[in-house]
């Protein structure tokens, strides 16, 4: 399987070590970071890519730029795992779109073009006979929408819970468990590297909101946007708000939930009992599905990481693979 | 999809009610219950045969045997859900072989063949180019099988641990809340329809070890048998041991647990802390994976009832028809 890998940040590299380690059948045949790209048709030497990058150095050359890569390597499947940028998609969705009508697959961990323009770019990869998956963009390692496509197939998913984002996690566990204040947990989240400098994608529920959107148009092919979720944070949940849940045996969580019958796409801080199964700590992701026939299913596991991500793009590579190898 | 259906108990009745219920484009062309077939290339009229089950009547003619529809029904997949028999796998065994043979794919519910002959049976159906697919053998609607084979490709399992009776779980969450005693809350689960009149193959932990035998066979191929899993049951728990545990927060699950590089493989009652993933409630299921990308991963749901089975079988069939239809 002939790979061209697109970003080369803690996910590109968690890749791309992976693919080093573990070899999977994968050759990555050209590569581009932001300022540099390789193209190889006999595979990239990874080991010194990932030397240069971690000096501080460009992995390629200068002169070559990740739509040179897609326009020019030779390669089965697109892995674009550049920046999001969730108000355009931009330069992802130029890179997807541009592959996929060269009739080549992609996999994606990039949020923005995903929850943008799902329905258009879904319909312009099976135009051209080719797989597009996005496992990567929610929920890190939870196989979630390998389930929803795959694994239940015949039921009906009639709503969709979850905790799906790990940094709000994080800071409600540590208010819940240690009566912290928001302002303490959060420093504490930054402390650990959870939490970015300006942490308002996260703690104002923007993030859940778009794995929201992603979920439910995976699902039901709604078409919905970010603009139709109704979002509440958690940056003014008081300490006092959780002990008095703790008093009830409850706590409050990010809940993000998706029922179509309801009309209902909201992502909002919720009182939960301490034994309910989306109740997990730290920062954990948490997923529940309910069906018609399957009935109640809870998908737990790490919501980020380098390797974790790597884990979900990883998977729908050699998911392609398996499918369109099965029938030759 | 045209599908021959052999048992027609609680699984059986609950695929055939789905199938009439929802369409799905399967077709039964074949059917037998312990007394009785029918054949019919046409498509057998399902609603007819669940009138007569439920007046209890055979559903066919007693004059055709599972067999004579196994041989001479025509049909894509073999559905077997007769009873389980764990020491020798039969009838469903001959049932299984018969149709690999004869190219037919199989989905199967049955347990005993599955954790008796798994490798051979696998053998057979890769010589013949089918697919045999047993989801429903282990933790009900949970799609615990499809997510290890196809959900998490390119990741290796270090180990699994899980929650796979409900009855046991069922007992321990009464005597937990409860306070109530072993032999007080096995009445309950007999009253709720959770037990059997002779609970020994659930209370000793047989049946989750079966379950466990599947499915380290089926990640590792390892070709473990019952014999070779160490087991303690659930009846010698006192409400003592329960109270104790929740002094600490904790409380005491069943856990069947596999991990190669101990080779450990163990059936046995373990304290948990209340907050621990795999503390569910009631009659749930529950496992955990551990990988080396993912992480941890913990799947929730229901382990067992006839739609929920079903939705298991279900499943099976349309991923053998995507996957074989994908090709064409």
Known sequence: MKVALLGLGSVGQGIASMV????????????????SGIIDA????????????????????????AMDVVQNADYDVLVEVTPTNISTGEPARTHITSALRKGRHVVTSNKGPIALHH???????????VSLRYEATVCGAIPIIHILEHGLLGNQVKALHGIMNGTCNFILTRMSEEGLSYEQALAEAREMGYAEADPSYDVKGIDPAIKLVI????????????????????????????RLAGEDDATI??????????QLLRVSPRILPRSHPLVVKGTLNAVTLETDMAGSLTFIGRGAGSIETASAIIGDILFIREQYDGCS
């Open 20 to 35: 080093l380690k573990k070899g999977l059948g994968i050759t990555i045949t050209g590569l581009a970071d932001s300022k």
């Open 42 to 65: 006999k595979g990239i030497n990874i080991e010194e890519i990932l030397v240069r990058k971690r000096g501080g150095n460009p992995a390629g050359d200068t002169s070559v730029s």
């Open 119 to 129: 329905r258009e770019l879904l319909t312009l990869a099976d135009t051209h006979h």
């Open 215 to 242: 979920l439910a148009n995976a699902i039901w092919n709604l078409g919905v946007t970010l603009h139709e979720v109704e979002i509440t944070g958690i940056d003014q949940i008081t300490p006092e708000a959780l």
């Open 253 to 262: 969580r990010l809940i993000a939930e998706a029922i179509p019958a309801r």
